[in-house]
């Protein structure tokens, strides 16, 4: 059984950073799509960024200029920084992993996720 765990997180002044981690057990087999979602209270989840194993990354309007991915393909670990935080930032961010390669015009869709963190919130406060 294919297992996400993120870590990081937490509560966070608006402007500073934050980093997230994306670790992954269960199985052998390397994912070759990861991405990070975040869902805001009363909101729908919505993209964040994503990465492939030979490729990437691919960021969200929101936070283009502000983010940046690291992926550890040995570990299929996935590390997401976020700098000059706002408010609005504030949500559960959530890790996904599918094991084939998925075109980018389709990895801001949450349905073509198969595998599922259980998040970590993030709160940013003025």
């Known amino acids: 059984q294919a297992q996400l765990v993120e870590s990081g997180g937490g509560l966070v002044q608006a402007g500073g950073s934050l980093w997230l981690s994306c670790s992954t057990s269960?199985?052998?087999?390397?994912?070759?799509?990861m991405a990070w979602f975040r869902q805001a209270p009363g909101k729908e989840r919505e993209f964040v960024a994503a990465?492939?194993?030979?490729?990437?990354?691919l960021y969200a309007e929101s936070v283009q200029g502000r983010i940046s991915l690291n992926r550890d393909s040995a570990r299929n670990a996935l590390a997401l920084t976020m700098h000059s935080l706002k408010p609005e930032d504030t949500a559960r961010y959530f890790c996904?992993?599918?094991?084939?390669?998925?075109?980018?015009?389709?990895?801001?869709?949450?349905?073509?996720?198969?595998?599922w963190g259980q998040g970590t919130q993030v709160t940013v406060y003025s």
């Open positions: 996904a992993a599918a094991l084939s390669r998925l075109d980018s015009t389709s990895v801001g869709d949450q349905r073509v996720f198969p595998y």
């Open positions: 269960g199985r052998t087999s390397m994912y070759n799509t």
């Open positions: 990465h492939w194993r030979n490729g990437g990354p």
